[in-house]
């Protein structure tokens, strides 16, 4: 075959036609996405007013755990409180209860372990206020030693240790009983 074109004209159409090919492409992407964002638009829309609806449920939701956690707080700190109270209640001739624990757990020793502390105010009883220490000794001396070591200490008057701790010889569970000693003195 003849070239009737010359190679500079060839160059030239070739040029136009990759032009050409390239707006066409360009439109068809443009429309294309034109398009998409119309189709998606109403689904942006009510994305963003279920983003609104949420905002407000979760403040007004907020607010709500917000009253109730004040309320919470409000009952935990009287709860606090009245347990703080108690523990540091001062009266004339009355011992702390901490230094009753601290004081029984010096007397104990190696061999005893405290497991528990139960404190118990009776008030207008003959029994007063009382604690009760559980454990757990490892033979009967110890534990003899042990209730021997709180009835020598001042602030309790009353030290009973039931007979039926001592059914074990070893690794002995027990339960000893304290009426603290509320005169003056006994401090």
């Known amino acids: 075959m003849v070239n009737l074109l010359p190679v500079s004209e060839k160059v030239k159409i070739q040029n136009t036609y990759k032009s050409r090919l390239l707006i066409v492409g360009l439109i ?14 109403p689904a942006l829309l009510w994305g963003f007013v279920k983003e609104k609806v949420a905002l407000d ?23 606090t409180n009245k347990k703080i109270s108690l523990l540091q209640e001062e009266k004339s001739g009355y011992i702390f209860i901490y230094e ?16 528990a502390f139960f404190y118990e105010n009776i008030p207008g009883s003959s029994q007063g206020v009382r604690m009760t220490v559980s454990g757990v000794a490892k033979d009967r001396q110890t534990l003899l030693a042990f209730v021997n070591a709180l009835e020598k200490e001042p602030v309790f008057t ?3 240790l039931p007979v039926s701790n001592f059914v074990k010889s070893s ?11 509320n005169d003056e003195d006994g401090k």
């Open 28 to 41: 068809f992407f443009v429309i294309t996405v034109g398009f998409g964002v119309v189709a998606l638009s």
């Open 158 to 160: 009353n030290v009973e």
């Open 57 to 79: 449920r979760l403040t007004v939701v907020s607010e709500i755990v917000s009253v109730e956690e004040r309320k919470n707080l409000k009952k935990s700190v009287s709860d």
């Open 100 to 115: 009753a624990i601290e004081k029984t757990m010096a007397r104990k020793n190696f061999n005893v372990t405290l497991t």
């Open 171 to 181: 690794d002995i569970p027990f339960s000893v009983s304290l009426q603290f000693n």
